[in-house]
T-cell receptor, first 112, second 114 residues
């Protein structure tokens, strides 16, 4: 599969601010794009996904935006909290058997 | 439910040694996956399984083998350990329809090959 990459490897924000994590993808055939959160020493945890025919999807304090024209994906976290500090991965699903291709990740640090 | 469990948590191997990383899930998921995560990198798929008795190669299968004799267990075997296999290994499972993007991950096994 083609690679999924990230613009910003690290992001530092103040508690209460909004965070935006970006991701560039290259595989136009992907049917879903997904965000995972990985806290230190743990396995990744699913946050939210978006189907390729959608532009926006909202969850609890998170919003994912998809711009297929420029092949760009973003995760917005509202009112960022210290517990949001983690590495965030974008991933894409394409082909069969629910396989995912992961990007390199962005480290989000929330300062109190 | 315990979810996805992995053992051991840590292991140091010498070059040429063999070992099996264990993975068990109690969610009755058919789909299971093994990934490796190198420092500062994303996860790369090693092998996956769509059900008991069925396995297939992922992106980086060389040096590894898997088996799936039951729905619950999906062990990963390293036959001749090499320093390039130093990594953190994650096992994951997914229900399938309708939650096919929500993979549940185990806590990982940190492997060092010296």
């Amino acid at each position: 599969g083609e690679s999924v990459g990230l613009h910003l490897p690290t992001l530092s924000v103040q508690e209460g601010d909004n965070s935006i994590i970006n991701c560039a993808y290259s595989n136009s055939a992907s049917d879903y794009f997904i965000w995972y959160k990985q806290e230190s020493g743990k396995g990744p945890q699913f946050i939210i996904d978006i189907r390729s025919n959608m532009d926006k999807r909202q969850g609890q304090r998170v919003t994912v935006l998809l711009n297929k024209t420029v092949k760009h994906l973003s995760l917005q976290i509202a009112a960022t909290q210290p517990g949001d500090s983690a590495v965030y991965f974008c991933a894409e699903k394409w082909g069969s058997n629910y396989k995912l291709t992961f990007g390199k990740g962005t480290l989000l640090t929330v300062n109190p | 439910n315990a979810g996805v469990t992995q053992t051991p948590k840590f292991r140091i191997l010498k070059i040429g040694q063999s070992m099996t990383l264990q993975c068990t899930q109690d969610m009755n998921h058919n789909y299971m996956y093994w990934y490796r995560q190198d420092p500062g990198m994303g996860l790369k798929l090693i092998y996956y399984s769509v059900g008991a008795g069925i396995t297939d190669k992922g992106e980086v299968p060389n040096g590894y083998n898997v088996s799936r004799s039951t729905t619950e267990d999906f062990p990963l075997r390293l036959e001749l350990a090499a320093p390039s296999q130093t990594s953190v290994y994650f096992c994951a499972s997914v229900q399938g329809v309708p939650s096919y993007n929500e993979q549940f991950f185990g806590p990982g096994t940190r492997l060092t090959v010296l």
